[in-house]
């Protein structure tokens, strides 16, 4: 079906990505929203962790991160990772709140307080999650992050953190154990 | 046979937590905790774990689903490519097209001195973005004379020596030798140069070259694209922030200056001596019946922004 090898190499979310992308360069722009849809929620937890602060923020800076994306989209590569693209984009938007704030705290900030809107049972398994997950280092909590919020494969992560397939291997393993 | 200490153990929990999915056992492993109470204990765990996980992301997506997107009306994608237009679409625009722009520019076309005299720009458009000074031409030979409108965003213009477009939101950029599609919401930089200045802060204007976008900030800054279309940036006032084709993402802040290559490799500091600075349009190589009443030379050198002469490489 796929007649690139840059196709061949895309995992299913890719490929769905790609497809998404290339309506609305043809001009459906409503199907952003799709995209929006599909990796709303991870960035706005993304923001949430990065930027420690309150939901408001997060959602703005989600708001502006889909924005950016939306824009620039004319220079996204088809056939290139969507999500590999937006996370960049995320990562550069919380980089600039992060120096706007000049806030040295923000360098160990202190762990997020699960969000009201939670039902209770899943807010407390989800406090219990976030505790462990600040056992981990910032980059086995990036593997983590990007496994299950994100939804990416061993291999995804890999390419997204530039990072051997092992090492990805292993941060997974560790966190996993520091959850059991 | 139970066992209560077995050698595979460890190595089946390493496995399994390696892998995408830990609940996926291997027909081995299933054959083998059949028999392993160790074994099949470690794998409820991690399949326990893992359901936990599950229901964590459930929870993440349940309470971090962001609030509504809307799409920004003067979106960078507003121009889709003919290609991707409906059959019925294409048709239709053609139609009006013809009634709007076509027909009465055949009229001034057909007179003896075979000069186009255009003294009413193309009604179509919003006429958001007009020539303030020089002289700019369409792809087809038809020169646009100041004050006029530019009115479709998709058609390729080309400036002559100076010019300088204004548009309805302030915001007012000087072009040298370039090649480009306005519109209201930015500007697509095919070839030359442009110098912007965006009045205030928070007004939404972006300008694309091959290799980048840019996202503007209230600012004044330069943009020169080569043939090659490398481009290179240079801010003297604000801040803009630059996406390259590699989808990488940097700011650039007054004083900075970067050049991207035609590959989107970005090199932070001044532009280059490699880098073309001289911009010479030129004019009937593609398009032969250009007609122009101002005469336009077969080859001008214009003095750059700053004090450079500027030269445009032919496509």
């Known amino acids: 079906m796929n007649t690139g090898s840059i196709d061949d190499t895309q995992s299913e979310n890719d490929r769905n990505d790609t497809r998404i992308i290339s309506e609305v360069l043809d001009g459906k722009v409503d199907a952003f929203h799709v995209v929006f849809e599909r990796y709303g929620p991870a960035a706005r937890y993304y923001f949430w962790n990065r930027c420690g602060e309150d939901r408001e923020t997060a959602e703005d800076l989600t708001q502006e991160a889909f924005l950016r994306a939306y824009r620039s989209i004319r220079t996204f590569q088809l056939g290139s990772s969507f999500k590999k693209w937006f996370r960049t984009i995320c990562n550069h938007l919380a980089i600039d709140h992060a120096k706007s704030l000049k806030a040295a705290s923000l360098q160990a900030p202190a762990p997020p307080k699960a969000p009201p809107s939670c039902p209770a049972q899943i807010a407390v398994k989800r406090q219990i999650i976030e505790e462990a997950l600040h056992l981990l280092s910032l980059r086995q909590r990036e593997v983590f992050e990007l496994k299950y919020v994100w939804d990416s494969t061993v291999e995804e992560v890999a390419q997204i953190l530039g990072l051997p397939v092992g090492t990805v291997k292993t941060d997974l393993s560790q966190a996993r154990k520091r959850l059991m | ?315």
């Open chain 2, 1 to 315: 046979m139970n066992r209560t200490s077995c050698s595979q153990t460890s190595r089946m929990m390493e496995r399994l937590l390696e892998s995408d999915d830990p609940r996926k056992l291997t027909q081995a492993d299933r054959d083998h905790i059949e028999t392993c109470v160790d074994c099949r204990t470690a794998a409820a765990r991690v399949a326990a774990t893992e359901a936990g996980l599950g229901e964590f992301v459930e929870g993440i997506r349940l309470a971090e689903s962001p609030g509504r997107f809307k799409l920004p009306t003067d979106s960078p994608v507003a121009m889709p490519e003919v290609s991707a237009i409906p059959a019925f679409l294409l048709v239709g625009a053609f139609a009006l097209v013809l009634i709007l722009t076509v027909l009465p520019f055949l009229r001034p076309a057909r007179t003896e001195t075979g000069v186009t005299p255009i003294s009413t720009p193309a009604q179509s458009g919003s006429g958001d973005v007009r020539i303030a000074l020089g002289t700019i031409m369409r792809a087809d030979g038809w020169v646009v004379p100041p004050g006029s409108p530019i009115t479709s965003s998709s058609e390729l213009f080309r400036c002559y020596g100076n010019a300088r477009l204004q548009f309805s939101n302030g915001t007012s950029i000087s072009l040298q030798g370039a090649k480009f599609q306005a519109f209201p919401g930015g500007l697509v930089l095919k070839q030359g140069q442009i110098e912007v200045a965006v009045p205030k802060k928070g007004l939404v204007f972006s300008v694309t070259t091959p290799v980048i976008v840019l996202g503007i900030r209230g600012t004044h800054f330069i943009v020169r694209v080569a043939e090659s279309g490398e481009t290179a940036v240079s801010v003297s006032e604000g801040e803009i922030s630059v996406t390259t084709v590699r989808n990488e993402e940097y700011p650039l802040r007054a004083g900075n200056s970067a050049t991207v290559s035609a590959q989107g490799a970005w090199v932070f500091g001044p532009i280059g001596a490699g880098f073309p600075s001289t911009f010479t349009p030129e004019i009937g190589s593609q398009n032969p019946e250009v007609r122009s009443p101002t005469s336009a030379p077969s080859s001008i050198s214009v003095t750059g922004i700053g004090s450079r002469s500027e030269t445009l490489l032919d496509e």
